[in-house]
């Protein structure tokens, strides 16, 4: 089992750009399918964005072209780099792991999650 972190939220104007990250500890994470999910206060969690273990991805629609995942294996980290940020992106952004072949869209698909790390946009 591994353990997940997101870092790199922040406070950014609109039309911005952002990175965070979802660093794993413990088992290697070249097995594992990581996603990222986003929730606002009150609202249910959505799904943004996922990689598979051979680097294939899949996209919400709100969010392809403006954000691009990706996976470093060797450093157990995952990354989404998010451009032309608007002020609905606004959100907490959680990653979510599981050590299965293909990929999720759902919440229930995944079976680790990280704590979130918050992602503001200014208008």
């Known amino acids: 089992q591994v353990q997940l972190v997101e870092s790199g939220g922040g406070l950014v104007q609109a039309g911005g750009s952002l990175r965070v990250s979802c660093a794993a500890s413990?088992?290697?994470?070249?097995?594992?399918?990581i996603a990222w999910f986003r929730q606002a206060l009150g609202k249910e969690r959505e799904y943004v964005v996922a990689?598979?273990?051979?680097?294939?991805?899949d996209y919400a629609d709100s969010v392809k072209d403006r954000f691009t995942i990706s996976r470093d294996n060797a450093k157990k980290t995952v990354y989404l780099e998010m451009n032309s940020l608007k002020p609905e992106d606004t959100d907490v952004y959680y990653c979510a792991a599981r050590a299965r072949y293909g990929l999720g869209t759902s919440q229930a698909w995944y079976d680790t999650w990280g704590q979130g790390t918050q992602v503001t946009v200014s208008s």
């Open positions: 990689i598979d273990r051979g680097g294939g991805t």
């Open positions: 413990g088992r290697t994470i070249s097995n594992y399918a």
